[in-house]
């Protein structure tokens, strides 16, 4: 059971959102926090391979994305949401789940707290 399941719903390339919840991710986790990250809508993109954030102002976040798998970050992908945004499983970083709004559900209703991005 995670102690935080965050949920981020933007892309993350337009506004802070997607850079702020991997940040707070990251920070939970290193206090041995249990964390559930969950993508849906726009925020699928974050786990796209190859992001290219060219001409957005915004730093790329796929590294740090990685960074919250290697601590223990639980990382979850709406396939509807994938669909949605035309990306397919295979273009999905490894290690990241695709799951579909039942499972979310479960992550939402076992965590303690619940955190939207």
């Excluded at 849906?40 to 992001?51: E, P, R, S, Y």
């Amino acid at each position: 059971m995670a102690n935080v399941a965050m949920i981020l719903k933007r892309s993350p390339y337009g506004d802070i959102n997607a850079a702020e919840a991997v940040r707070h991710a990251l920070g939970a986790v290193s206090f041995e926090m249990g964390v559930d990250l969950i993508l849906v809508d726009g925020g699928v993109l974050l786990a796209k391979k190859g992001q290219d954030d060219t001409g957005t102002g915004f730093t790329n976040l796929e590294s740090t994305l990685k960074d919250c798998l290697e601590m223990g970050v639980s990382v979850y992908a709406d396939i509807a949401s994938l669909k949605t945004q035309q990306v397919a499983p295979a273009e999905v970083l490894e290690n990241v789940k695709l799951v579909g709004s039942k499972e979310i559900v479960g992550l939402v209703k076992q965590a303690k707290s619940t955190m939207i991005f």
